[in-house]
């Protein structure tokens, strides 16, 4: 059935990324979702089927590059260290849905991104902890579709 919602979609990376970046970052990621990539973030209710909502679904592995980092802060997350990918998987699907869902997006460009952490310590070397994952492939193999929660995250900027 097609439902209206506000739309979230992301590339989930792989187990074996997964334990990878925990043993590079030195602890486990302790919030509850995994490591992704955003693809599509419409705060707009955009039309969608809706088997297609809350399931991770398998998709052929690709990867992406770690080349650079940036720092965000944001009302809900704090100070967020995202490690900027080199994936043109993520920015060619970001750019396919916009166009198939007439989403929304907050951001003047799509940077294909896996935030590493929320709430950076002031403490932490920043380039220490970005050349420890420079260079580092990114493997992803499910998408996931959500239902965007617009009132949690109107304020987040």
């Keep these: ?78 100070k967020s260290f995202v490690l900027k990918l080199d994936c043109e998987e993520c920015v060619n699907t970001h750019n396919r849905l916009m166009s198939k869902y007439n989403a929304s997006f907050d951001y003047p460009e799509y940077v294909a991104h896996v935030t590493l952490m929320y709430d950076l310590p002031d403490n932490i070397d920043r380039e220490e902890l970005f050349n420890k994952f420079k260079d580092l492939e990114i493997t992803f193999d499910k998408i996931r579709y959500e239902k965007f929660n617009n009132e949690k995250y109107k304020d987040n900027k």
């Design 1 to 78: 059935m097609i439902i209206k919602t506000p739309l979230y979609v992301g590339y989930k990376v792989s187990e074996n990324t997964e334990d990878k970046l925990n043993n590079l970052l030195g602890f486990k990621k302790d919030f509850n979702d995994k490591y992704h990539c955003t693809i599509l973030y419409s705060k707009k209710e955009v039309s969608v089927d809706d088997a297609l909502l809350d399931r991770d679904i398998d998709i052929p592995m690709f990867t992406g590059v770690v080349k650079d980092y940036t720092v965000f802060e944001s009302k809900i997350y704090g």
